[in-house]
């Protein structure tokens, strides 16, 4: 598992917690719609052994939280998919096992130090950890914290028709327990952004109202664009779309939505999935972008 590194944003520091590296997804079954030549014969020149294989039928994904520390403030932004979640239509996320906590504690944060929780949508990899089991009960991982996240896009999953399979049981273990609990903070991003220095941005696309976050402070910005993107290879095909993203059209005109705030903004690009370090800068070239890694 990678060591801890963190970076700096102004006088934020930013550390990644790792949950899960998996290295060998169907390049194929990822984006259905891809131009095999692109991974093989035509690669991006950021597109290394960490991201994809070199025959270019496999690409390697992580499974991680961002640990935001500013002002006095500790946040976490998403969640992955938790320990001993049932997940039986979801086989990489079944009962997991992870020594997530462990490594949160070893980048210096008990569950007891996050003040708030920033989910940018609510699908299985990223809700997870929002709970853990206390008996026969889900309960708040995180005791002292507000877990924000988006009142429209909690209505439309709230009606099961609209939960795709691979996120299904979410919102027995991971959603609902928080909202039970008090600790849900629910906005509507088009007209609330509750937490200082950070912008909501709907980005609707891979889920109904999927948020992309922005992080201000002395003149630094960060862009944490949930999954926005899956691979750096879509920083070079922007029109790709996952698997999972459910709304075709607007997940593409989200996805260019990231990529030109984050180059015309000089934006330090926080991904959800992307391996290696998960971390780089967009910048222009000709009429597409490349991917510079940090």
Request: aromatic share 10%; proline share 6%.
């Amino acid at each position: 598992m990678d060591t801890i590194h963190s970076y700096q944003i102004g006088n934020a520091t930013v550390t990644r917690v790792t949950e899960l590296i998996l290295p060998e997804i169907p390049a194929d079954y990822l984006f259905p719609d891809r131009d095999r030549s692109v991974l093989t014969d035509a690669r991006p020149h950021w597109i290394g052994s960490e991201n994809t294989s070199d025959d270019g039928q496999n690409v390697a994904l992580s499974v991680h939280s961002w640990i935001v520390q500013i002002g006095g403030k500790t946040l976490l932004i998403d969640t992955g998919a938790g320990n001993g979640k049932n997940r039986p239509l979801n086989p990489v996320f079944n009962q997991l096992e992870t020594p997530y906590l462990s490594r949160l504690a070893a980048a210096g944060v008990r569950p007891a130090d996050i003040d708030l929780v920033l989910i940018t949508h609510l699908h299985v990899d990223h809700v997870g950890w929002n709970t853990v089991l206390a008996g026969d009960r889900w309960v708040p991982t995180f005791p002292n914290a507000q877990y924000v996240f988006s009142a429209p896009e909690y209505q439309f999953y709230a009606n099961e028709e609209h939960v795709q399979t691979p996120s299904a049981g979410i919102f027995a273990d991971s959603v609902q327990p928080i909202v039970d609990a008090g600790q849900a903070v629910l906005i509507d991003a088009s007209h609330q952004q509750p937490v200082e220095g950070f912008t909501f941005h709907q980005t609707k696309g891979h889920s109904f109202d999927h948020l992309s976050i922005s992080l201000e402070s002395a003149g630094k910005l960060a862009l944490f664009s949930g999954d926005v993107m899956h691979h750096p290879v879509q920083v070079a095909e922007p029109d790709w779309n996952s698997v999972f993203c459910e709304f075709q059209d607007d997940a593409r005109r989200s996805r260019h939505w990231a990529l030109n705030f984050a180059a015309n903004n000089h934006a330090t690009f926080f991904s959800s999935h992307f391996p290696g370090t998960s971390v780089g800068v967009v910048e222009r070239d000709g009429t597409g972008f490349n991917w510079i890694p940090r």
